[in-house]
């Protein structure tokens, strides 16, 4: 694909890539994605801002052959879906400073052996002059790294946020529009990547309020044209208060568990809550990071294996724990055979939730009336608790 205009002077650089499916050997990206360079002509010089994954750097070659000479060029992530390609674009434009966060800097000599003396870091709110434009830097850490930063166009109100805002979404369009596919996928994106980190996000979100906004071009899927929907959508997503929602990661082995499982739904709906279950047979991480992002509570319905929870349910405990969604209360329900420890070690797997730990309903075999009546109470405790949210 060649560079687009995406305002005058200013293009859309970089690859579609249609076929990925997996990012980071982890994370499901089921609708492709893009990695988007931006390249900035004002009358004294031209800035790029960002590169591609290096398996695409092909595609960037031959845009560069199309649009000159570039005098800047800046990395406002060292991850190597933007920064992969920088080595070859510093030996192509051998005079070109590279401008990035101090840390940024470093990270870049680190990871892709990149020579120091060729980065300028930059403080927050610094600038390049480009003649008749210029472009300024905001720091904004932990989006999802911690030498992240912005880049702003002020003449033209445009924020370059590489992955802040971002979405995994091959496509052939260069704005979202008013598609809410693309919220949606931006939501994925924020689930899976940026959600550990919501209270820098609304620091950084605070920050970025003062700048005047027409469009937000981040470095995977469409730019945001109508850039209130996106800005509103991480507000809401990265607040700290929770919905009136259980999440429910479950499987089961011979039905006790799932007798259960079924139980709490009806048991929660029945008291207002919105439930999520969420079959770990065949789990898709992406939706489940995408369900905890507002989840008040999480229940997991496990069988009880050799003493501990189903392996299964320990790998995803481990994910909800890495992922520190903002849950506020974690139990457990689910059937075990003569002993368990599932109660308190289940929980014991999740300490970054810092969440209250609601007593887990366990049943000795198949479930009979007073274990459902357990489930309904642990519903009922859930539902008020919600209510004091
Ligand atoms: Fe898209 Fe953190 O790289």
Redesign the pocket.
Known sequence: MRARAIRDGVMWMGAVDWERRV?DSLVPIPDGTS?NAYLVKGSGGTALIDTVEPEMGDRMRSQLDEVGHVDFVISQ?A????SGYLPQVLERFPDAPLYSTPLGKRMLVDHLGIDGDRVRPVKDGDTIDLGDRSLRFIHTPWV??PE?MCTYLAEEKILFS??FF?SHLATSRLYAGDDGAVIEAAKLYYGE?MQPFRNHIRKNLEKLGALEIELIAP??GPAHDRPQAILEAYAEWSAETPRNKVVLPHVTMHGSTGLMVQRLIAALVDRGVDVVPVDLVTLDEGRLAMALIDAATVVFGTPTVNGGPHPRVATVAGLVNYLKPKTRFISVIGSFGWSTTVGKNLPAMLPDLKAEVIEPVLSRGLPGPEDMAAVDALAETIAKRHREL
Do not use: K, R
Request: charged share 20%.
């Open positions: 990012f990695y992530h991850e190597q879906d933007h999802h790294w992240t590489c992955d971002g990547i470095s995977h």
